[in-house]
């Protein structure tokens, strides 16, 4: 069985900067891409950002492109949410996820397994 488990979340100011680390583990010898969502108070989960396996193809949310980068390390199985300028309504709970196959990345209900969750605060 996959499992996901996120780190790295926490709590900043307006304009700072955080990094986001999922690591997969079990059952994990293919898959096709690892995404970001997240979900805050009152509102419906949300993509952020996203990356294939394999090649260099990423998906960012418009809401946070120029700000948020997506990496991977597949030495780790490992994804990162590198986010930089961060403003009080990127307030929320950060998902990572991973995709088995072909499709949309931004699309949530393709992907297959979930991480727990890790809340991220940014105060103005």
């Known amino acids: 069985q996959v499992q996901l488990v996120e780190s790295g979340g926490g709590s900043v100011q307006a304009g700072g900067s955080l990094r986001l680390s999922c690591t997969a583990s079990?059952?994990?010898?293919?898959?096709?891409?690892m995404g970001w969502f997240r979900q805050a108070p009152g509102k419906e989960r949300e993509p952020v950002g996203a990356i294939r396996w394999s090649g260099a193809y990423t998906f960012y949310a418009d809401s946070v492109k120029g700000r948020f980068s997506v990496s991977r390390d597949n030495a780790k199985n490992t994804v990162y949410l590198q986010m930089n300028s961060l403003k009080p309504e990127d307030t929320a709970v950060y998902y990572c996820a991973l995709k088995l196959t072909v499709g949309i990345l931004g699309r949530q209900n393709e992907y297959s397994y979930w991480g727990q969750g890790t809340q991220v605060t940014v105060s103005s």
């Open positions: 079990g059952g994990t010898d293919s898959f096709y891409a």
